[in-house]
C-alpha cells in the first residue's frame, strides 16, 4: 500500500525555521508531481510549494523567498525548508503526490495525514 508519511513540524518563534520532511513508501514507479499543500485554521487548503520533473516549478507568493522545496529521488522523500517564518504561516501542513504504481497504469493522489506547524509572535 502506497502511503506518504510528513514529519518535521513542530512549534517555533516567529522568525525561526523548520523543515518539513514527507517519505513516500510503497511499490513506487513514479513520483510527479510532489507538493506541499497547508491549510491554515478558518481558510481554505492551498498549494504551497510543488516539484516536478526534477525541479521546483511553483511557492506560493507569501512564502517567496522563505522556503525551499527539494526532492530526495533515490530515498523518495520530499522536503520543505521553511525559514523566517511568521504567525501567518501556521497551519496543517500536507504532502500530496501523483504516485504511479505500474508502466501501464494511471497515477493516483496521495496525501499524507499533515504536520502541524505553529509560529508564535
Known amino acids: 500500500q502506497e502511503r506518504l508519511v510528513e514529519s518535521g513540524g513542530g512549534f517555533v518563534q516567529a522568525g525561526g525555521s523548520l523543515r518539513l520532511s514527507c517519505a513516500a513508501s510503497?511499490?513506487?514507479?513514479?513520483?510527479?508531481?510532489m507538493g506541499w499543500y497547508r491549510r491554515a485554521p478558518g481558510k481554505q487548503r492551498e498549494l504551497v510549494a510543488n516539484?516536478?520533473?526534477?525541479?521546483?516549478?511553483y511557492y506560493v507568493d507569501s512564502m517567496k523567498g522563505r522556503i525551499t522545496i527539494t526532492r530526495d529521488s533515490a530515498e523518495n522523500t520530499l522536503y520543505l525548508q521553511m525559514n523566517s517564518l511568521k504567525p501567518d504561516d501556521t497551519a496543517v501542513y500536507y504532502c500530496?503526490?501523483?504516485?504511479?504504481?505500474?508502466?501501464?497504469?494511471?497515477?493516483?493522489?496521495?496525501w499524507g495525514q499533515g504536520t502541524q506547524v505553529t509560529v508564535s509572535s
Open positions: 500530496n503526490s501523483l504516485i504511479r504504481t505500474t508502466v501501464a497504469g494511471m497515477p493516483n493522489s496521495y
Open positions: 510503497g511499490s513506487i514507479l513514479d513520483l510527479s508531481p
Open positions: 516539484f516536478a520533473s526534477g525541479v521546483p516549478i
